[in-house]
């Protein structure tokens, strides 16, 4: 079993920045695939940003240019740095690791950006 929990979440206006931190424990065998999925009440869960085990970096369209995701792969801890925030980015953000095929989510940390 794995454990993964975010923090790092809070309120913060148009604009603002924030970091997210991820830390992935427990009975974890290999490399982790780990990344950042966002959830707005209503809506399907979407991705934010990903980290593969080849060390690639990929982002979805509404984070490129500001956000930053960046991995210690040695403390199995990712990070999402946030930056000109938009109120379109208030959502839970979850963090997502996948190890050895199977995915393990942690409770999710809201962001809230108001305008």
């Known amino acids: 079993q794995v454990q993964v929990v975010e923090s790092g979440g809070g309120s913060v206006q148009a604009g603002g920045s924030l970091t997210l931190s991820c830390a992935a424990s427990?009975?974890?065998?290999?490399?982790?695939?780990m990344a950042w999925f966002r959830e707005v009440p209503g809506k399907e869960r979407e991705g934010v940003a990903r980290?593969?085990?080849?060390?690639?970096?990929t982002y979805n369209e509404h984070a490129k240019g500001r956000f930053t995701l960046s991995r210690d792969k040695v403390n199995n801890k990712l990070y999402l740095g946030m930056t000109a925030l938009k109120s379109v980015d208030t959502a839970v953000y979850y963090c997502?690791?996948?190890?050895?095929?199977?995915?393990?989510w942690g409770q999710g940390t809201q962001v809230t950006v108001s305008s």
């Open positions: 427990g009975n974890i065998v290999g490399s982790l695939i």
């Open positions: 997502r690791t996948n190890c050895l095929g199977t995915v393990y």
């Open positions: 980290h593969w085990t080849d060390d690639t970096i």
